[in-house]
């Protein structure tokens, strides 16, 4: 009985001290956050939208394709 309490206070003792050095960390890189992007405007209810791939024309700019996927073409 006392081999499991000694075993359940040292996972306890471990985790406790994984927690406090996480939490301690976080407040370290909080200046170096993303802004939030602006959400997504709101779809009306029902709707949806149908898309044609096979109609979509390629554009034929280098920029509208990766490089590596550029020499393929």
Known sequence: ????????A???AVS???WVILESRE???SSYASQPEPPAPQQS???SLTYNFDADEPESDSQSCPWKFAQLH
């Not at 006392?2 to 075993?7: A, E, S």
């Open 16 to 18: 406790a001290l994984i």
């Open 45 to 47: 209810a029902g709707a």
């Open 10 to 12: 040292t996972v306890v």
């Open 27 to 29: 407040g370290r890189y």
């Open 1 to 8: 009985m006392k081999r499991i309490l000694g075993i359940l």
